[in-house]
T-cell receptor, first 116, second 113 residues
């Protein structure tokens, strides 16, 4: 149980294009999902907290117009990197909080974004 | 504000030897504590968590951790490691159920034959 998927797992795009990453909770409902960014050999940095049916809450320093988050249902949140640039290349990981067990976050497998 | 410190960035150890990965935290309130493992190019998998009750917590893959409030520590231990335990380990803390997680810098466990 408590499986979170991400799609795609790896994406390469040209500079200036937009990329959408999906995060799904497969066997539970999640009113809250989190988006993290991880640079090589570094820890996870929280980018934003996504609540179903409302606007996301962004951490300080994260551009909300560049990283668009939509949480349209209890099982799906999307992160769109708009006008991507090489410095946006990173490993993006989402997590979801189970309604039935709010103390624990379950993580997706991550999406590696490479911007050329 | 909460913070987490993992004192060792890398821990090399021989197979079948015991290992301890250290984690210290700071917080002004009661916290929930977690250990996650990350294999290369993968997301995080929950190893174990401390919410309340017994300070010794047992997790998956033979790992355990002990919450020490006076020392504000939550060290992870395994009595005998395997090659397959080679991975990155993250300690994390949250102030209350469902609140954001703050991660430590990670410890790379390298198990050698």
């Amino acid at each position: 149980g408590a499986v979170v998927s991400q799609h795609p797992s790896w994406v390469i795009c040209k500079s200036g294009t937009s990329v959408k990453i999906e995060c799904r909770s497969l066997d539970f409902q999640a009113t809250t999902m989190f988006w993290y960014r991880q640079f090589p050999k570094q820890s996870l940095m929280l980018m934003a907290t996504s609540n179903e049916g409302s606007k996301a809450t962004y951490e300080q320093g994260v551009e909300k117009d560049k990283f668009l988050i939509n949480h349209a249902s209890l099982t799906l949140s999307t992160l769109t990197v708009t006008s991507a640039h090489p410095e946006d290349s990173s490993f993006y990981i989402c997590s979801a909080r189970d309604l039935a067990s709010v103390d624990t976050q379950y993580f997706g497998p991550g999406t590696r974004l490479t911007v050329l | 504000a909460q913070s987490v410190t993992q004192l060792d960035s890398q821990v090399p150890v021989f197979e079948e030897a015991p290992v301890e990965l250290r984690c210290n935290y700071s917080s002004s309130v009661s916290v929930y504590l977690f250990w996650y493992v990350q294999y290369p190019n993968q997301g995080l998998q929950l190893l174990l968590k401390y919410l309340s009750g017994s300070t010794l917590v047992k997790g998956i893959n033979g790992f355990e951790a002990e919450f020490n409030k006076s020392q504000t520590s939550f060290h992870l231990r395994k009595p005998s490691v395997h090659i397959s335990d080679t991975a990155e380990y993250f300690c994390a803390v949250s102030e209350g159920a469902g609140n954001m997680l703050t991660f430590g810098g990670g410890t790379r466990l390298m198990v050698k034959p």
